[in-house]
């Protein structure tokens, strides 16, 4: 375990001490609960049993390169040596300043500013909380609602709390934001209107214009959206969806934050999904995860010149943009994306998911002629199975989401993680996995899928 404690008194000390993100109160202080695990390797994670397992879910979408790669562990290490800590407020450090140029190189259009924080929820944050200052600096000080969609997930703010739309992640939580308003998912499965694929489009489109003129184009700051709502299940939206949005957008000057979080450095098989694959230039793109693979905590937003430009410069009209990290731009982070954007680089590993990802996502469909599943979607390296016990039905019901648990039981049993989400089994693995491990992985989600049938 690397400390001084055994097993044991690690997992009675996490029973009796640690509160997890989220928490079942009634468990707390008893000894049932979670996996403790103790080392991990590539695409493999262990437990403290010792079960060795394909982690389905690359941690929480964000071990891109794998586990336990050695370059990053080094620059971690150096850079804490070199220097672990300067205020970003006062002074610079080289690790925030090259990494911003490298994002700024590969971010579509002239997405050239970045502005650094902790993790995926203080960049959404950040990012809208940068739409409030631009709209005030610019004299239109109504100009803040941000447009939603349900089962959209940014993150555990208060603010990006209050634009995620999953209802579960709500019951409870009510100081409710007035300036936060949802649309549709564009989720053809579940959604009332999402037969026909082209027809759905138009339904989400006049949705969307119809919210814009109601509320008054001149109340409307942003725009957010994931490019594949993740979280809400892998939601893949039609064909041409965040073009026309964003279209909209730029018709009401209206700000197009691209939530890519998730999406971005590598899982699409490119650095963001924006550009090529949704074929959009946002105003802004928000990441984190895989900035690092996760092997130290890093999020930010990178800007275009034109939005900023607008308020900097000769523009600039008084107060400063304060949105005070104490973390911004970490050296330590940094250092550490640096070396996670070389491994990704020197590995081919854009070019290698752009390979890989046709072959999972051919096997992952052969999984909906199971008739327990309902459906099947993803793009990239993410992939969601949906069970439906009946087909039916509108939304998933209690019993389906007892049948994904028992699922990602009977996988964890037979050496994989999947991340079950309500009714959905999720894999979102790391980038390097090879077409024989797509195999095992797939193998392994049917035998359990086919026994719980
Ligand atoms: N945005 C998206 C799309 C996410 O999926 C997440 C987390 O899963 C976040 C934001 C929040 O990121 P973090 O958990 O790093 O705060």
Redesign the pocket.
């Known amino acids: 375990t690397g400390s001084q404690w055994n097993v044991a008194e690690l997992e009675d000390a996490a029973h009796r001490h640690l509160i997890s993100p989220a928490e079942e109160l009634a468990k707390l202080g008893t000894s049932g609960g979670r996996t403790l695990f103790t080392s991990a390797d590539g695409i493999y994670i262990t437990d403290s049993r010792g079960r060795r397992m394909i982690d389905g879910p690359a941690g929480?979408?964000c071990t891109q390169v794998g586990y336990n790669c050695k370059p990053i562990a080094d620059a971690i290490a150096a850079q804490a040596l070199r220097i672990c800590y300067n205020s970003p407020w006062y002074s610079l450090n080289g690790p925030s300043a090259g990494l911003a140029r490298r994002i700024a190189e590969f971010a579509p259009g002239d997405l050239n500013h970045v502005f650094f924080t902790t993790?995926?929820?203080?960049a959404?944050d950040s990012a809208l909380r940068f739409m409030q200052f631009f709209n005030n600096v610019l004299g239109r000080p109504s100009k803040k609602t941000i447009i939603c969609r349900i089962d959209g997930?940014?993150?555990?703010t208060h603010l990006?709390a209050a634009c995620s739309g999953r209802a579960g992640n709500r019951p409870n939580f009510d100081l409710e934001m007035d300036n936060v308003t949802f649309i549709s998912a564009p989720n053809r499965y579940r959604h009332p209107q999402g037969g026909d694929e082209a027809a759905f489009l138009e339904f989400l489109v006049a949705e969307f214009e119809e919210r814009i003129e109601s509320l008054g184009p001149q109340n409307i700051g942003a725009f957010l959206a994931?490019p594949v709502l993740?979280?809400g299940g892998v939601i893949v939206p039609p064909k041409g969806y965040h073009r026309r949005f964003l279209e909209i957008c730029r018709k009401h000057d209206i700000l197009y934050i691209s939530?890519e979080?998730?999406t971005g450095f590598g899982r699409c098989g490119e650095w963001f999904a924006s550009e090529p694959a949704f074929d959009i230039v946002p105003d802004i793109i928000t990441f984190?995860?895989g900035v690092t693979s996760g092997y130290v905590p890093l999020?930010g937003f990178v800007i275009s010149d034109a939005v900023l430009g607008r308020i900097s410069g000769e523009n600039a009209k008084g107060s400063a943009y304060t949105n005070g990290y104490t973390y911004s731009g970490h050296p330590v982070s940094c250092a550490a994306a640096l070396a996670n954007i070389e491994v990704i680089e020197q590995g081919g590993l854009l070019a290698h998911v752009r390979e890989v990802a046709p072959y999972f996502q051919e096997q992952l469909r052969k999984l909906g002629e199971i008739p327990l599943v309902g459906d099947v979607r993803g793009i990239g390296l993410l992939g969601c199975v949906e069970c439906a016990t009946d087909p039916h039905s509108q939304a998933a019901t209690d019993f389906d989401k007892a049948v994904a648990a028992r699922i990602d039981r009977l996988c964890y049993e037979n050496g994989l993680i999947v991340r079950p989400i309500g009714s959905m089994c999720v894999l979102s693995p790391a980038l390097i996995i090879k077409k024989e491990e797509i195999d095992t992985m797939i193998s392994i989600l049917r035998e359990s899928i086919e026994k719980v049938q």
């Open positions: 929480m979408w993790g995926g929820s203080s959404v997930y940014h993150g555990s990006t994931e993740a979280s939530d979080v998730v984190a995860k999020g």
